[in-house]
Each structure stands twice: as C-alpha cells, then as structure tokens.
C-alpha cells in the first residue's frame, strides 16, 4: 500500500493520446465499491500479495511500487542516529527514526501503486540541511542514579533509576522536545543520502534496498516483501519471509547495527469509503553491540471500537544471546531504562526510568516525535534523460501520464502490456533454461536478510553520492 501524501514526480513522455478526451473519474467511495468487489473474490486467500491480480489503472496510485517503498519521509531524522556517545541516546534517535519512517502512511491516503517488474529498479538523492536540524538527544545527565543506589558511578544503561529535569531547557519545570522538523527543500548545507532499490523477485515479489550516507557514516539495508490477507472488512499486511527488518549500521560506532522488524498492519475503512491505516501487533528493535532491545506495543482498537493509534513501548538491557522477551510485561523493572507512550499518528512521548510514563509530570515527559508539522520530505531524481527504460519512473511513464490525463482505458492497456512483456520474459527464461540474477545485488532473496551489494551495485551508489546520474558503463 501506499500513500498520496506527496505528487508523484514529472514523468518521461507518454504514450497516451493526448488529444483524446479524458474519462469521468470516479469517486473515491466509487473506486473502493470497485476494490471491495474485486477483493471479495480473495476471501480465504492465504496471501494476496503472492496472486499479483491485476487492478484497473482507475483503482491505482500513478507512482511506481519502488518509488514508495522507502523509508526516508524525514531524512534529517535518518542521517542523526548515531551522533549521541550515549548507546541509550542512540537507541532513542533510531526510535525517532522508526516514527518518521512511515510518515505518509500517518499524513496520508492509503492507495494501491504500481507492482513491480522483475529487474525494475529505482534510485535517489535526498539533500537537505542537518547540522541543527535534528535535536541532539543527550539524557546522561539527566539519568543521576540515586544517592542510596549501588554503584552510582555506574553508566546509563546500568542503572534503572534516574533524575529527569526538562530536557534542552534551562526551566526544569519547562517540558521538552527532540522531535525533527519538517525538511527543507532548498537546503544551504545538504548532506547526500542515496538510495537503490531493485526488484529482485516476482514469485514472491521482493525487493532489496540499500540506503548510503557516507558523510555521516550510515548505511541501511533489507529486503521488502509483504503477505496480505482479505478478511471481509480489511486487509491485513504482514511482513513476508523474506523481509526481516531495516537494518541499520552506524559505522563510526564500531559498525554496531540495528534490526528494526516491522510490525503487521490493516488497511481498514473498505466499507465506509474512508482507507486508513492502523497498526495493532509488536515491533521489535535490537542491538546487539550494545545489548539494548526496544520493545514497542501498538493499539488499533480501543474502547467501543474506536481507533486510538496508541503505542507504548520500552527501551531494556538484554541479553543478544537469549533473547526472550517479546513482551513488555516481561521484562523486569530493574532492566527498564526508557519507556514510549503517545499516538503515533500524532505525538509520542518518552520517559527515563522503569515508571509508567503517566505517572511522570509534564515536564519529565519529553516528546520523541510530533508528526503534526511534518510532511513527507521531497526527493531529487535522476534527470528524464539519463534514466534507463527499466528504471521505475521512465517504465511506468506511459501509465503514469496516462493516468494523470484521466484515460484510464489507455493507462490499463499500457499496464497489461508492460504486464504480459513481463511473462513474456519469464517463458522466454524458462524455456532457455536460464536463471534471472539481479543487476544490483547479490542475492535473490537471504535468509539474513541483509542484501549485498554488487560491483554495479556499488558503483551506481558511489556516483549518486556525487550526484553523478550517469551511469554509462555500467550497464
């Protein structure tokens, strides 16, 4: 699923008539009478996204799958983990990574983009300013153990007890904030994230990304790969076999690495007219390195059915070889170093210490991420000319444009087409016997999790990062 929190970018030129009159556009409750009647078909369907069914181009997004598959709607929330010398602080800027990841789910419309093509791929850059842009998280010196604790010299993540003045704030009864702010799109100082993401499977649809920040010593990399099931009201998206995590490497710090496991979510409001998202399950996020786990608890339901958005969640010392605690009752208060509270399609607080976060004043409650002032930030793309014919925007184009022009007979054609050269391709294989490799990447599909890059992988990343589209010679 995706979002319309953001336009698409400007196409390559279509193949769409464009002096053929456009097409009545449908309702958005019209268009999800269409969907709930197509969907009905699946009831009992173990995993629609495995069935790859075909959806009139009326019914879809006019942006490619790998375009949105991204987790970088805050890139200056991104590029900050790693800064803090603390390891708990650290775990909190890849929480307030975590929040921002998903922004255009919090601040927009869920819809249905483009599947994607076998050997499709995508990538960007992403400039903005970061120096001052995201609060430094810095708690030690508000993590005092007690005087009557043992060991008061001890460092953060050894004790459970703390001392929490407001944080960033000369008033210790001032409330605090670390949240990001919106990024700018004309930064004076950018920092240059680039990003590749390939479409390496078709049967079970997988990609594999990789995000690369050399100036600040950042790396992340996984597989994307969704289940989905109709359950007659909704649909719920789980991650897929394949798909473990973002995992986070923060180089400078001794490469310690971070697993962020994506919790399952359900894409509801089918029979009122009005999608949303809600997300009620577990996430889970390690380092082993530090041998600190966050824990996070979503709710979708409330009371009276209500949709609440709510997660809690806690950051605790444990052990990277028994790793045992996949609930938050379960772990001990002694080992509770930080705890998270708040709607997370609004405000999410957190709190120092094993006590509940409601029962901390005010001013000891100190906000992680306010999505209110937040949008999905915005991207630099390859130029039209220098983009190759199976790289996402140049592909889909066609569709794209023709969608936009509101000729949706013509868009569904074109999609077909693209579709049926897709099997087209894929007999061609199988009757030749041959196997389909990635360009960019090693690995089909791994079961760590963790796709590597290859020699053309690296060398499409090294000149994005500097800015550098032209990738003659390599392909």
Known sequence: MSSTSSPPPASTPATAAPDAPPEETASDGSKLKTFLSILR?????????????????????PTPNLEYWNYLDSPNAFIAIGTADDPVDRMLEVLRFWFTKDLKY??????????SCLGEFFRLQCN?????????????????????????????T?????????????????ASSVSVSQTVAKPAKPIRISYLTEQTSHHPPVSAFYISCPEKGLHARGFDQITAKFTGTSIKVMPGEHNLGIFITVEKRNHETYQLKHPAAHLGGLLRGALSVTVGDMAYITCPETKLKAILRYYDEGWLGRTTNKVEGI????????????????????????RLNGPWKEKVVFTLGPKPVNSHPPEEQITIIDIAPLSVAPKVLPPVEQQ????????????????????????TTLKQELEEAQREKARQREKNGEVWNPVFFKQVTDKGGKPELTEKGREVLKRAEKGEWNIEGVL
């Open 128 to 156: 903005w300013e970061t120096e001052d842009d995201a609060p430094r998280i810095d708690t030690r010196a508000l993590r005092e153990p007690s005087p009557s604790a043992p060991g008061s010299s001890a460092s953060s």
């Open 106 to 115: 919090a601040k927009g419309r869920p819809c249905k983009p483009y599947n």
């Open 388 to 411: 190759l014919e199976n790289e996402s925007l140049q592909l889909w184009s066609g569709v794209t444009k023709a969608i936009h022009s509101k000729q949706f007979s013509q868009a």
């Open 315 to 338: 950051i605790f010392r444990y052990d990277p070889e028994n790793d045992d605690k996949e609930q938050i009752k379960d772990v001990p208060d002694e080992d509770i170093l930080v």
């Open 41 to 61: 078909k699946f009831i009992g369907v173990a995993d629609l996204a495995s069935v790859r069914f075909s959806l009139p181009s009326q019914l879809l997004e």
């Open 158 to 174: 050894k004790s459970g007890r703390f001392k929490t003045p407001g944080l960033g704030s000369t008033d210790p009864r001032a």
